[in-house]
Nanobody, 115 residues
Framework: QVQFVESGGGLVQPGGSLRLSCLAS????????MSWYRQAPGKERERVGT????????TYADSVKGRFTISRDNAKATLYLQMNSLKPEDTAMYYC????????WGQGTQVTVSS
């Protein structure tokens, strides 16, 4: 059974940082491109960024480029999202998932950026 367990969210002031983690199980983690997604209240879910399985090449949404960094630890089947210089508009529920693969989502982790 494929599962994603996201953690690390919380309340942070603008300009602050958070590091999210996503523990994946039930599939061969090292074989898949992985992505972080987010969904703010009343908005559609958007893809924040992606990391390939081999070289670890990354791509990011323009809204987070230069502030967020995706990484992965294949030995631990864990995906990370380092978020710096956080803005109120980064407030959302954050999820990880295999890129372009249908299936269920994890419970997500809430990030709230507010003073």
């Amino acid at each position: 059974q494929v599962q994603f367990v996201e953690s690390g969210g919380g309340l942070v002031q603008p300009g602050g940082s958070l590091r999210l983690s996503c523990l994946a199980s039930g599939f061969n983690f090292i074989a898949y491109t992985m992505s972080w997604y987010r969904q703010a209240p009343g908005k559609e879910r958007e893809r924040v960024g992606t990391i390939t399985p081999g070289s670890g090449s990354t791509t990011y949404a323009d809204s987070v480029k230069g502030r967020f960094t995706i990484s992965r630890d294949n030995a631990k089947a864990t995906l990370y999202l380092q978020m710096n210089s956080l803005k109120p508009e980064d407030t959302a529920m954050y999820y990880c998932k295999r890129t372009n693969v249908d299936g269920s989502w994890g419970q997500g982790t809430q990030v709230t950026v507010s003073s």
